[in-house]
């Protein structure tokens, strides 16, 4: 008998339930930054992402998904078998049950962005 919530299936194995994804709240970068800025810390993150572990095609698609609209990143998620733990896909588990953290800057923009001029 295992601790409640240790796994990232619970009470929810066996059932082909998939938490609806909902774009991110609203967030703040604690310096303002560009787009450029913000592009590059996206860059960064999934450059690295894999190497934290997990499967590098899980990575991919959670890249695609963050990058697409909510109905779209919905169906990616769903047809690579991705177990979404928080809907705005801060974190996610692949049916082996590694875990995948993204944050919130490769999901949305922050509300002090600065605009490129």
């Not at 609203?26 to 997990?54: C, N």
């Amino acid at each position: 008998m295992g601790c409640a919530g240790s796994t990232p299936m619970g009470a929810e194995a066996g059932k082909n339930t998939t938490k609806k994804i909902r774009k991110p709240k609203p967030w703040k970068h604690p310096q303002p930054i560009t787009m450029v800025q913000l592009s590059k810390m996206r860059e960064e993150f999934w450059d690295t992402a894999p190497h934290y572990g997990g499967r590098k095609e899980i990575w991919d698609a959670l890249r695609v998904a963050a990058e697409s609209e909510v109905s779209l990143a919905q169906a990616i998620v769903e047809s690579a078998g991705i177990i979404v733990s928080n809907t705005d896909l801060t974190l996610c588990y692949d049916e082996r049950g590694a875990k995948y953290e993204l944050p919130k800057y490769v999901l949305s923009e922050p509300t002090n962005l600065i605009q490129d001029s």
